[in-house]
């Protein structure tokens, strides 16, 4: 019976670290659509204008995207629970930082961190899918890893416009930063570090360990890897940047509407990558076994 019990307990153990894995990568969105609803609150408190304003939602994007080249050679050099633990640790602190920022360069700051941190969400959680799990189920967990970041988007559209209304943006971000801080303390705690005994995945990829130099030219070489990341990026950006930043100051112009219901009605967006990630997840995957 004890027996029974341990095993039960250790096949649990992927899906809690795939859960804070999850967590993260939903915490990471819900950041990332935040601006979208406080963009007139943030213009006034810190008398900038629209210019000024995308700018600070660039600030995110700037660290996100550049550090994406070397995100996989700290996982693998460091590990999955140091790393994952850092990144959340780092994008808590932007939001703490932005809480509390009464110059805006401080806001920005803040900003650029949350998006350092944010940069290891989704390469962990692969990475996690791939060494914890059967390469049968990779697909398909993508699929959901995509549908909770999405579901974070959608919170930090419309959800999070009625805290926001209520309690007022510092203190939304506040909140969203002691969310980070017992987050990182979860992944810490939960994340293991996988081993060639322990996994079902492809063993022989996830556990070596090449040198930055010899990882970023074995990639560029690849011809299949330009085309899937230019088709992405001119699908993924377009879409973000609207649903993100923004979406609720067009939509309040353009059909003088409340921020609220222009919030709810970019959400939107973000309920079609919810329907559509596991979708297409299970379709490749079942044309793969065809």
Not at 234 to 254: C, D, E, K, S
Request: net charge positive; charged share 10%; with cysteine.
């Amino acid at each position: 019976m004890a027996t029974l019990k341990s095993e039960k307990l250790q096949a649990l153990v992927p899906w809690l670290i795939w859960a804070v894995c999850c967590l993260f990568y939903f915490y990471v969105y819900c950041l990332q659509a935040a601006p979208n609803v406080m963009a007139y609150s943030l213009m006034h408190d810190f008398k900038i204008n629209a210019i000024r304003f995308g700018n600070f939602g660039a600030y995110f994007f700037y660290p996100f995207v550049t550090l994406q080249l070397f995100v996989g050679f700290f996982f693998d050099s460091f590990g999955v629970r140091r790393i994952m633990t850092m990144g959340l640790a780092v994008t808590a602190l932007g939001c703490l930082l932005f809480s509390i920022a009464h110059v805006f360069f401080l806001a920005e700051l803040g900003r650029f961190f949350m998006g350092a941190g944010a940069a290891f969400a989704m390469i962990g959680a692969l990475l996690v899918a791939a060494s914890w799990f059967s390469p049968k189920r990779f697909s398909f967990l993508y699929g959901m890893l995509i549908a909770i970041g999405m579901l974070g988007a959608v919170f930090g559209s419309g959800p999070l416009s009625v805290i926001i209304s209520a309690a007022g943006w510092r203190a939304t971000m506040l909140i969203l930063g002691v969310f980070g801080v017992i987050l990182s303390a979860m992944a810490w705690f939960i994340i293991r570090d996988y081993t060639a005994e322990e996994t079902e995945g492809i063993d022989y990829l996830v556990l070596q360990k090449p040198s930055l130099r010899v990882g970023i030219k074995r990639v560029a070489r690849v011809k299949q890897n330009w085309i899937c990341g230019i088709c992405t990026g001119v699908i993924y950006y377009p879409t973000i940047i609207l649903g993100m930043i923004w979406g609720v100051p067009f939509v309040v112009r353009a059909y003088n509407v409340s921020q609220h219901v222009a919030a709810v009605l970019i959400s939107t967006i973000f309920i079609g990558w919810i329907i559509g990630g596991p979708f297409f997840g299970w379709f490749f995957r079942s044309e793969e076994h065809t």
